[in-house]
């Protein structure tokens, strides 16, 4: 099954990976930085949030890739955490 990835902005990807269960570790910058609580010895995922500026469908791809190999979730799972955190 293809995929629409969307584009977003960084806050709404931030929520998204909130919802999904991640936790948030750090902030350095504009950039936040958050953990899977079951598996934190994997590293953080980076989620830069720069006010307005939108991020395209291969950068979303990207993170769904990285969420995906630490929690197992699913394209759909990602995309419908995405849409509720708009």
Same mark, same amino acid.
């Given at each position: 099954? +293809? %995929?629409? *990835?969307?584009?977003? +902005?960084?806050? %709404?990807?931030?929520?998204?990976?909130?919802?999904?269960?991640?936790?948030? !570790?750090? %902030? +350095?910058?504009?950039?936040?930085?958050?953990? *899977?609580?079951?598996?934190?010895?994997?590293?953080?995922? $980076? !989620?830069?949030?720069?006010? $307005?500026?939108?991020?395209?469908?291969?950068?979303?791809?990207?993170? *769904?890739?990285?969420?995906? %190999?630490?929690?197992?979730?699913?394209?759909?799972?990602?995309?419908?955490?995405?849409?509720?955190?708009?």
């Amino acid at each position: 099954m +293809r %995929t629409d *990835w969307p584009s977003v +902005r960084g806050k %709404t990807l931030y929520k998204a990976l909130l919802k999904l269960g991640f936790v948030h !570790v750090k %902030t +350095r910058g504009s950039h936040h930085y958050l953990v *899977w609580p079951e598996k934190p010895e994997l590293g953080p995922v $980076q !989620v830069p949030v720069h006010g $307005q500026i939108e991020y395209g469908k291969e950068f979303v791809k990207a993170k *769904w890739k990285e969420v995906e %190999t630490l929690m197992g979730v699913s394209a759909e799972e990602f995309l419908k955490a995405i849409r509720k955190s708009k």
